[in-house]
């Protein structure tokens, strides 16, 4: 029989999607408040992948990366999944998001990203959120799957996540986890 154990924490990451970066700023604001430090925050990005979002956010996207301190539990994300929609609602215009919050985290070994999409390779977590394993760490770096969003398999995002999973390494060797 195997042994019961709580593995490491891990790093809340967020990929934050809008076109009005004073909204940005402001929510943030809002997510550094109630998540600890922002320990990373990546330039503007053009999100031009796909126009999933153009319907009910408008043309012109921009994505940014953000990475909280302290680490976090695992098991944390499906909370933080649920907090970050009532965020997006709450700042919401005639029931249209202006900005779209993908919480997600990083370890060792992976990224995962929350979502209330269910599909063959999200397995279920609980309380409606599905984990997408998005990137694996294999052969020194993190790499994409076959299913991986096209913008989070390119090697711009990918490096940015790298150095993210770079800097939760040296905290977990601080002592932060």
């Keep these: 029989m195997g042994r019961i ?10 990929g934050l999607i809008t076109s009005d970066d004073h909204l940005f700023n402001e929510v943030l604001g809002v997510l550094a408040s109630r998540y600890g430090g922002v320990d990373f925050e990546s330039d503007c990005l053009p999100f031009e992948c796909t126009d999933y979002y153009t319907p009910e956010m408008g043309k012109g996207l921009l994505r940014r990366f953000v990475a909280f301190r302290p680490l ?3 098991d944390a994300l499906v909370r933080i999944k649920h907090e970050t929609n009532e965020i997006e609602g709450q700042f919401a215009v005639e029931g249209r998001r202006r900005i779209n919050i993908d ?11 929350a ?8 397995p279920y ?13 294999r052969d020194g770096d993190l790499r ?7 913008d989070y398999a390119s090697p711009q995002i990918r490096e ?5 999973r770079k800097r939760y390494l040296q905290e977990l060797k601080e002592g932060g986890g």
Excluded: F, N
């Excluded at 154990?5 to 967020?14: N, R, T, Y």
């Excluded at 979502?115 to 999200?122: A, L, N, P």
């Design 72 to 74: 976090i539990s695992r």
């Design 160 to 164: 940015i996540m790298q150095g993210i």
């Design 125 to 137: 977590l609980g309380e409606g959120i599905h984990a997408d394993l998005t990137l694996i760490y």
């Design 5 to 14: 154990g709580v593995p490491k924490p891990v790093k809340l990451i967020m």
């Design 103 to 113: 919480p997600g985290y990083i370890c060792a070994e992976h990224l995962i990203l």
């Design 144 to 150: 994409p799957l076959e299913w991986t969003y096209p």
């Design 115 to 122: 979502t209330t999409k269910g599909y063959t390779h999200r």
